[in-house]
């Protein structure tokens, strides 16, 4: 299917237009424009000063361009053309940009170590990245432009510190770059070309520190974007990527429209582009502070002070309101001054937003398919020539914003709340910590106990202010009942631990940052006025419920070494398989069973928010129709039972089944052993060379073992037709497993290591199955049909443990 020219226009879609060799343009260089696809130059943070544009220059040839910020010394993203490799290439040194030193040095990239030999005299490293940064820094160098993606010398040429960031090596090493080697299978069989953008979002204030200065910026997140076209130049195939830069180990495959919303948001970001500041002191992206008597807050840009007056202050004479502004303006003189010769603080939202200067770029050409952009102050697209902006209206309306923050903030600093018992500490004793894809706070004076009381949060502590199902903003929340506070700080009286468990999986998939739901957190809990410990799984495995990886932890490491008593313990949650209409009012069906499971699986007291918060009566529910804890270890293996597994003669056996039904597994414990030749697409990567490899085994003299889902009986034809024609059998294996037993062992996969390699599999792909599965037949050319039923075998007792645990509601 034909891609829109507009859908694959990747810069006209989520970047419009934007110094190895530094230009001071990349349309002034033919040999660097070629790199974007239809000439389409990106404008993200392309208008900021502390961005170079380079031509990356090696062996006197042209490999690739980078726009690149000296400030944070990382690039803002690498574009570049897929060759297609055999190998080779690959540096034992790094190269850094000469004209990032000194503009009259060579265009060409050198090596790092020789340059800095040469010129012992000067430090190569004030606007670029050095390789003593990376150095047990615990961040691997991440190519952006990816050295697998090119020929030599090509190849060689993504070896400059100038296109790569601080990546996590867990994700540098294993899902990123799997997600790298997919793009050469995808672009090696469909693309004439392949255009490529990759880019790093940079962190607040997260940075590879050395001798106590800040270094290079870790990035939050990686993503990249591609253009496939064919050999008429025309758009054929799209797509992009995102993965948060930690050990969460988790990449999100997007369309170019998604990839729109994503880089979106952070463009949203409440408090903008402009600084506001406190006497001086800038308020960063998400910071907050007190307005106390005296203090002078500058709105935007050290512009539109505001001087705090107490009325009824005996302590302070009240001055004039000319006094105030003058002396505001002095300030703010003062503070202009002090500022000019540092370097700029940046923030992600600089990557993201217009720069106020005349911008650089080309004028729009009629040829042009798009219509210029840009983003209004609401953070959508507008196709309109002029930004005027209205300083007065932005100046009252972020004026509003901060007051409420600085609102918060002050609060915080006052007397412990009298609505609980529990002893106050320190808000420096609060604290978060990131244990692989679990987040944990802990609250200043949370209790360590052997009675744990269990929350859910999202339709159990808090509902939406907008009433519809998910939030529209971070803000849009209340506490779900009145008598929520009161009940918990009970429970706390009565010696109990109060904790929540949620599910957060939008922080994987790129859809909730995590400093936006880490502030969300505190301000639930600044709200109910208690210490309360809060565990969120951010991605799918051992941490999401209704699997107790959460509860696991708090027992064995987060509990201050208290033995917690299940007996005593309960949990509440609203996902609690509920039917429709389960209480008067036309209630709706409950979304899932997942904490009612979560505490099945714990063995725990369950109840819903109404029957523990209101007193209401409990309602009916179902659980789900698969049950991993009847599944019989003994039961058995396939039907009939006195068939036979393998034959001594030649033949070809077809696998029929979900993905995650046990058919590697099986084929590898029972068929391959016997000299079979295995025969599978996750391997090969198209139904094509499936067909070639069981004619070769064929020719070979082998039987041959066709491991793949085959639904329909034009997908077993093939291999049926390929036997008829070598004069052999083909026999079919039905694997019977269903629909919830394939969806829980493929999660199960997640959460456990096998020795078998399995491709990840969601849940489209095994609906889109259980859509196209039509049941083999005799009738199809099969000489015999076994019926392969899934039979549970464990080589540990925590597998075991973990696979008769629900895994999902």
Known sequence: MEVSFIVCVLTGMFLGSADGHVVANFWDSPDCIKF???????????????????????????????????????????????????????????????????????????????????????????????????????????????????????????????????????????????????????????????????????????????????????????WNAYCCVNQNGRPILSGAATALNTELNVVVERTLDEMVDFLQQFSDAPLGPNPSSLDGQCL?????????????????????????????NSNEKSSSPQKKGKAANESRDRQKSSNEGSGPKRSIQDYFSKSPKKSTKRAHSPEDDVPPMKRGRGGGVDYDDDDDEDDETSAEEKLKQLQALAHKACDKLDSPSDKATVPSSTCSQSHWQQIGSLLLFTAAGVPDSSKIAGFDIDGCIITTKSGKVFPTSPDDWRILFPEIQPRLASLLKKGYKVVFFTNQMGISRGKLRPEVFKSKVEDILQTLQLPVQVFASTAPGIYRKPVIGMWEHLCEKANGGVTVDVSQSFYVGDAAGRPANWAPGKKKKDFSCSDRLFAINIGLQFHTPEEYFLGWKPAQFSLPEFDPRKLDSKGHLYDPPDASLTSTKQEVIVAVGFPGSGKSTFFQTHIIPQGYAYVNRDILGSWQQCVSACERALKEGRSVAVDNTNPDPESRKRYIDVSQSAGVPCRCFNFTASLGQAKHNNRFREMVPSSVKHVPVNDMVIHSYKKKFVEPSLSEGFSEILQINFVPSFSEKRSEFLFRQFSEG
């Open 284 to 312: 960063g992206r998400g910071e907050s502070g007190c307005l106390t008597a005296g203090r002078t807050l500058y709105l935007v840009n050290q512009s539109h002070p505001f001087t705090v007056e107490f009325v009824g």
């Open 36 to 222: 974007f696809y239809k000439e389409k130059v990106p404008d993200l943070g392309a208008s900021l000063r502390d961005v170079v544009r380079l031509c990356q220059r090696f062996l006197n040839t042209y490999h690739f361009t980078t726009l690149y910020n000296t400030y944070y010394r990382t690039a803002v993203y690498s574009a570049y053309i897929f060759q297609p490799s055999n190998g080779g290439g690959r540096e034992n040194r790094w190269f850094v940009e000469p004209q990032l030193v000194n503009p009259s040095w060579s265009s060409e990239m050198e090596d790092g170590y020789k340059l800095s030999q040469q010129n012992p005299d000067i430090y190569l490293g004030e606007k670029q990245a050095l390789n003593e940064d990376y150095t047990n820094s615990g961040f691997d160098r991440g190519h952006l432009n990816p050295n697998g993606h090119h020929a030599v010398p090509s190849r060689n040429a993504t070896f400059t510190l100038t296109n790569v960031v601080p990546q996590n090596p867990t994700l540098n090493q294993n899902a990123w770059n799997k997600h790298e080697s997919k793009l050469t299978s995808l672009f090696n069989a469909n693309c004439h070309q392949a255009y490529v953008l990759v880019g790093a979002i940079p962190s607040s204030n997260n940075w590879i520190i050395k001798n106590s200065v800040k270094r290079v910026n870790i990035p939050e997140y990686i």
